[in-house]
């Protein structure tokens, strides 16, 4: 488990009991970290609950509240199309504590426009599969991972999220935020 530049990695929440979700989680678990696994269908967490069995750490809940009272990172499994992220984000950065990590997967969207649009645009990861020509459903557990760095983010939380696919066997590279940001292009560079 991560502890990295003042940035401790314990609790995760994962929203989103999908087949990637699913996956994370239960790569999160078998880690050490304790997570919260969070889908507003009841019929995806039965599927995770049963997939996943009795797999030690995990938490199965019904709202985003309940998954990120306590986390140290969240990261969301929603489609990558701009407004079920900003939603969710959104959500996230409303609900979880001031001090949690948003780890965004994304291929289609600058993580620089996304992280614009919270109070914690330092605190905003992007990652996505290292693999190119890998499919988009192509789990993030199994495969390297790019890890997104925007405008706005701290080294510290970059390494955080490094330690946190470590922590998991999961090999990952820093890269430039690639898509042009749309929601800022217009504000000065920092």
Do not use: W
């Not at 080294?155 to 935020?177: K, N, T």
């Amino acid at each position: 488990m991560g502890a990295t530049s003042g940035i401790s990695v314990k609790t995760i929440a994962v929203i989103g009991a999908g087949d990637q979700g699913r996956a994370l989680a239960a790569a999160a678990a078998r880690a050490g970290f304790t997570v919260y696994l969070e889908d507003v269908m009841p019929v995806k967490l039965r599927h995770a609950q049963e997939a996943l069995g009795d797999l030690a750490g995990v938490h199965y809940v019904s709202t985003v509240e309940d998954a990120v009272h306590d986390a140290d990172l969240a990261i969301d499994f929603v489609p990558d199309e701009l407004e079920s992220k900003l939603e969710i984000v959104s959500l996230l950065d409303r609900m979880a504590p001031p001090r949690t990590l948003l780890l965004i997967p994304t291929r289609a969207l600058s993580i620089t426009d996304l992280a614009s649009c919270t109070y914690r645009a330092a605190q905003c990861v992007g990652v996505k599969p290292g693999d190119p020509d890998a499919p988009y459903r192509t789990n993030l557990v199994s495969a390297p991972v790019e890890i997104i760095r925007s405008k706005f983010v701290t080294e510290a939380a970059l390494r955080a999220a490094q330690a946190f696919f470590a922590a998991m066997s999961i090999s990952s590279e820093i890269v430039e935020d690639r898509l042009e940001p749309m929601l800022v292009k217009n504000q000065q560079n920092s």
